[in-house]
């Protein structure tokens, strides 16, 4: 899945040029990241990527020569409706493993080994979370708590909302609790079935779009009338708190869903201080700093846990704390 403003990275991610297509963390961008860890032809089929026409170009050039086939959502409508398209497009009994394209993985086989477990699970007709191991309280992300043993996994017990931070410490040291990163393994057909039983307008909406679209080489558009009608949802809602068949499969990856300026410092090599710098950049007595700029020099004495950023005529500065409000400065919202 490729979509979105990446508007809490601002000024590098923007609009036009959102954070999947940069190279954040290493040399390859975090798209060509995702695309990369499912290459093994072995063990994965040729990717489906699902993105709208204001990514169609960036999607085009880094594909790097995958045989992908590309489905072009008529307007942004969030995660369901987006892995319907694939679900309906594809042979209802083929295992989706589904992958936003803006996630860091540092554990690439850990990641296989996992998708592997929920294949397995996903092919029983379960509903597949990857469950990311935990490695601070955070109150970030939705949790996941396990239930009853299965092959390869775990029944899910139940989602949790994104907690506060002494309910996000409380799930640490219970140790049943993961991080929902947002991944996801089902049998084409198997979500289908759930959605016409939780989400049949959706369903429906869905289908008929599909039914309606035309096909142009790789490309695939679905129809934008039916299409219109549905209700924004997002997968978790739609379908994994709904469903009496969610399983889940813990994994350790080194996992990032990259979400802000914290988060890609976090990702990154650091110094023996924890300071991150890229570009014409010169710290002194800092700790914790994450400094990049593309062009002017950027120097800073005697300051912890800020970042600084300049990009093109843009200059962002914030304390990592207030970092969560990136995305609501006027330039963010409007680049």
Not at 35 to 42: N, V
Not at 85 to 108: E, F, K, R, T
Not at 274 to 302: K, Y
Not at 324 to 331: A, E, F, S, T
């Amino acid at each position: 899945m490729c979509g979105g403003s990446g508007t809490r990275l601002w000024p590098r991610s923007r609009k036009v040029k959102p954070k999947p297509f940069l190279p954040l963390v290493g040399d390859q961008t975090l798209f060509e990241e995702t695309l990369a860890r499912c290459s093994d032809p072995g063990q994965f089929a040729a990717p489906f990527i699902v993105t709208g026409n204001a990514h169609l170009e960036h999607v085009a050039a880094q594909l790097g020569g995958n045989d992908a086939r590309i489905v072009v959502e008529p307007e942004a409508k969030n995660t369901a409706a987006a892995i319907a398209l694939a679900a309906v497009l594809l042979p209802q009994d083929a295992v989706m493993l589904v992958c936003p394209s803006d996630h860091h993985i540092g554990d690439v086989v850990a990641f296989r080994m996992a998708a592997q477990a929920a294949a397995m699970l996903a092919k029983q007709d379960h509903l597949v979370a990857f469950g990311i191991t935990p490695t601070h309280p955070e109150t970030g992300y939705g949790y996941i708590l396990q239930g009853e043993v299965l092959d390869g996994g775990f029944a899910v017990e139940g989602f949790v909302e994104k907690p506060d931070p002494a309910r996000a410490a409380e799930f640490l040291a219970h140790g049943g609790y993961s991080w929902n990163g947002g991944i996801f393994a089902f049998r084409a057909g198997a979500l289908m079935a759930e959605l016409d039983r939780h989400r049949p307008a959706l369903a429906d909406a869905v289908r008929r779009s599909v039914s309606d679209g035309h096909e142009d080489g790789a490309r695939f558009y679905p129809a934008a009338e039916p299409f219109s009608e549905i209700q924004s949802e997002s997968v978790d809602y739609a379908v994994m708190e709904q469903t009496q068949r969610a399983a889940m499969v813990p994994v350790s990856m080194g996992w990032s869903d990259i979400g802000g300026w914290p988060a890609l410092r976090d990702a990154r090599e650091g110094d023996d201080a924890g300071n991150c710098a890229r570009g014409a950049v010169e710290l002194i007595d800092c700790a914790n700093v994450l400094a990049e700029t593309d062009g002017p020099r950027i120097s800073v004495i005697g300051l912890e846990d800020i970042a600084i950023v300049v990009d093109g005529d843009e200059v962002l500065v914030t304390s990592m704390q207030g970092a969560q409000k990136v995305g609501k400065l006027h330039g963010a919202t409007n680049q």
